[in-house]
């Protein structure tokens, strides 16, 4: 099913407006426009672009778009490139991998992070390359570049993905919006683009436009220069706040693609998003364990009510405001890549550290349940990832909740995890892989075994199962996601 990109309008391609083609090509003019909008909280500009002395430095910016051109002037050697699926397929090749041979990427990408035209002048930039030279996509390969960043990602650090495209629903939509609750509970900010209304470019409701429908992400509409909705904006209760998108006299001018000091006026919720996207920058620099669902929150909080016009009455008026001032520490996030194997009748459970909601994390408590009941706990310092329960009964399965602390109190505790049967590993045994290990995952655990174990264990293909050729340590690499590093365990084999 194809992805299309949620319209940017290009207003020089497009011949509408009041800009002139010839001023495509010059460097921006020392404030933009857009940068002056959202650093007050009324009209008229002041003239003034400067929102403080957070620049995003250390934080990445994931731009799941056409790419990026990484030599452009506004994000000169902070561009790292990610996964590029249209090159990896061969429907669609660049050289270099992740590079932009459409505009839009680039574009968005100078939005969030441009030196001179960016939120987030020192973020890092992760090309992540989704759509072909003409903008369009598959649905499939979002997904897998949205797991890719899952499993670049680290957990528990805060980062930042923009999705300036979107579908309808009906095309097989809500797989792209389950990959983007993933990246949310893992602990990264996603804003969204509400999109551009339909194929004759009227308004529709954003809750139609996947991944705008995702409650927890930051899904964003459009408004000009007068603070007048873009007539092209999507709308609706799913748009969380609006922010500058440009409208037929004015766009917003950013990083294009055929050189690099080309530069482009363009429109749209496309345009929107990105600035969004780079004040979380900001705020995730500034406390980088800041949870993704409180960073998201304080930027709707910290909006400006009440100034948008041309609003519908089911829309919500707030208006992107940069405000640096700190969040409130929380309590800490889940524990994500929860991994549980078995043997010599243990039970070994690792798991990645969740957000410390702005509050370093003091303990990690690990609770062994037996028919809803506690029957081992063990509280471990922060730092420390996993934990081993021996001496359990054989054959029986038990369930595991995992629970971070921090100054604030207690985090989310995971829900109740059950265990596979415990089990003894015995030489000569064939065993499948998943009566020995396990991840808290919508997707497969991929197993490898390290080369000094060769003659200890080893792998069978089909069907996929553990060899026990001998007594001794079985070295095993765990990951959800190819490219992840793998969680090492050792396997006893009695």
């Given at each position: 099913?194809?992805?299309?990109?949620?319209?940017?309008?290009?207003?020089?391609?497009?011949?509408?407006?009041?800009?002139?083609?010839?001023?495509?090509?010059?460097?921006?003019?020392?404030?933009?426009?857009?940068?002056?909008?959202?650093?007050?909280?009324q009209?008229?500009?002041?003239?003034?672009?400067?929102?403080?002395?957070?620049?995003?430095?250390?934080?990445d910016?994931?731009?799941v778009?056409?790419?990026?051109?990484?030599?452009?002037?506004?994000?000169?050697?902070?561009?790292?490139?990610?996964?590029?699926?249209?090159?990896?397929?061969?429907?669609?090749?660049?050289?270099?991998?992740?590079?932009d041979?459409?505009?839009?990427?680039?574009?968005?990408?100078?939005?969030?992070?441009?030196?001179?035209?960016?939120?987030?002048?020192?973020?890092?930039?992760?090309?992540?390359?989704?759509?072909?030279?003409?903008?369009?996509?598959?649905?499939?390969?979002?997904?897998?570049a949205?797991?890719?960043?899952?499993?670049?990602?680290?957990?528990?650090?805060?980062?930042?993905?923009?999705?300036?495209?979107?579908?309808?629903?009906g095309?097989?939509?809500?797989?792209?919006?389950?990959?983007?609750?993933?990246?949310?509970?893992?602990?990264?900010?996603?804003?969204?683009?509400?999109?551009?209304?339909?194929?004759?470019?009227?308004?529709?409701?954003?809750?139609?436009?996947?991944?705008?429908?995702?409650?927890?992400?930051?899904?964003v509409?459009?408004?000009?220069?007068?603070?007048?909705?873009?007539?092209?904006?999507?709308n609706?209760?799913?748009?969380?706040?609006?922010?500058?998108?440009?409208?037929r006299?004015?766009?917003?001018?950013?990083?294009?693609?055929?050189?690099?000091?080309?530069?482009?006026?363009?429109?749209?919720?496309?345009?929107?998003?990105?600035?969004?996207a780079?004040?979380?920058a900001l705020?995730a620099?500034?406390?980088?364990?800041?949870c993704?669902?409180?960073?998201?929150?304080?930027?709707?909080?910290?909006?400006?009510?009440?100034?948008?016009?041309?609003?519908?009455?089911d829309?919500?008026?707030?208006?992107l405001?940069?405000?640096?001032?700190?969040?409130?520490a929380?309590a800490?996030?889940?524990?994500?890549?929860?991994?549980?194997?078995?043997?010599?009748?243990?039970?070994v459970?690792?798991?990645?550290?969740?957000?410390?909601?702005?509050?370093?994390?003091?303990?990690?408590?690990?609770?062994?349940?037996?028919?809803?009941?506690?029957?081992?706990?063990?509280?471990v310092?922060?730092?420390?990832?996993?934990?081993?329960?021996t001496?359990?009964?054989?054959?029986?399965?038990?369930q595991?909740?995992?629970?971070?602390?921090?100054?604030?109190?207690?985090?989310?505790?995971?829900s109740?995890?059950?265990?596979?049967?415990?089990r003894?590993?015995?030489?000569?045994?064939?065993?499948?892989?998943?009566?020995?290990?396990?991840?808290?995952?919508?997707?497969?655990?991929?197993?490898?075994?390290?080369q000094?174990?060769?003659?200890?264990?080893?792998?069978?293909?089909?069907p996929?199962?553990?060899?026990?050729?001998?007594?001794?340590?079985?070295?095993?690499?765990?990951?959800?996601?190819?490219?992840?590093?793998?969680?090492?365990?050792?396997?006893?084999?009695?």
């Open positions: 099913m194809d992805v299309k990109r949620l319209i940017a309008l290009c207003i020089v391609a497009a011949g509408v407006g009041q800009i002139p083609a010839s001023l495509a090509l010059t460097a921006p003019v020392s404030t933009a426009w857009h940068l002056d909008r959202i650093n007050q909280a009209l008229p500009l002041d003239g003034n672009g400067v929102h403080g002395q957070l620049t995003g430095e250390g934080i910016i994931y731009i778009d056409t790419g990026v051109r990484a030599s452009h002037e506004q994000v000169l050697d902070r561009v790292l490139p990610g996964i590029d699926i249209p090159t990896e397929n061969g429907t669609s090749k660049v050289n270099p991998v992740t590079s041979c459409d505009g839009h990427g680039s574009h968005v990408a100078g939005l969030a992070a441009g030196s001179t035209v960016g939120v987030a002048p020192r973020a890092r930039v992760i090309a992540v390359r989704v759509l072909d030279c003409n903008g369009d996509g598959e649905v499939a390969d979002v997904v897998e949205l797991q890719w960043i899952r499993a670049h990602h680290r957990s528990g650090v805060a980062a930042v993905v923009n999705l300036s495209f979107g579908v309808d629903l095309d097989d939509g809500t797989s792209i919006d389950r990959e983007v609750q993933a990246l949310i509970d893992e602990g990264v900010v996603v804003a969204v683009a509400s999109g551009n209304g339909d194929a004759a470019g009227r308004p529709i409701d954003g809750c139609k436009i996947a991944p705008g429908d995702v409650p927890d992400a930051l899904t509409g459009a408004v000009g220069s007068s603070d007048l909705v873009s007539y092209y904006s999507n609706g209760p799913c748009v969380d706040l609006y922010a500058p998108g440009g409208d006299l004015r766009g917003l001018e950013s990083a294009w693609k055929d050189s690099d000091t080309d530069y482009e006026f363009d429109i749209g919720t496309s345009m929107a998003s990105p600035l969004v780079g004040y979380a705020l620099q500034q406390q980088p364990g800041l993704a669902t409180t960073i998201s929150q304080a930027i709707v909080d910290r909006s400006t009510k009440g100034v948008i016009t041309g609003m519908t009455a829309s919500l008026n707030r208006l405001f940069i405000d640096t001032a700190p969040i409130a929380t800490p996030g889940e524990a994500a890549h929860v991994i549980i194997t078995t043997d010599s009748q243990s039970l459970v690792s798991w990645d550290s969740p957000c410390d909601g702005g509050s370093a994390l003091t303990s990690t408590r690990v609770s062994l349940l037996r028919n809803g009941k506690v029957v081992k706990r063990m509280d310092a922060a730092g420390t990832n996993a934990v081993r329960f001496g359990l009964a054989l054959g029986k399965k038990y595991v909740v995992i629970k971070a602390s921090n100054a604030v109190g207690e985090g989310i505790a995971t109740r995890i059950t265990t596979m049967a415990v003894k590993i015995v030489s000569g045994q064939l065993v499948e892989l998943a009566a020995l290990g396990s991840i808290t995952s919508d997707l497969p655990l991929i197993w490898s075994v390290s000094a174990s060769k003659k200890v264990c080893r792998l069978q293909a089909s996929l199962r553990l060899v026990a050729l001998r007594k001794g340590t079985c070295r095993v690499g765990l990951r959800g996601i190819v490219g992840q590093d793998p969680v090492i365990r050792t396997l006893r084999i009695d």
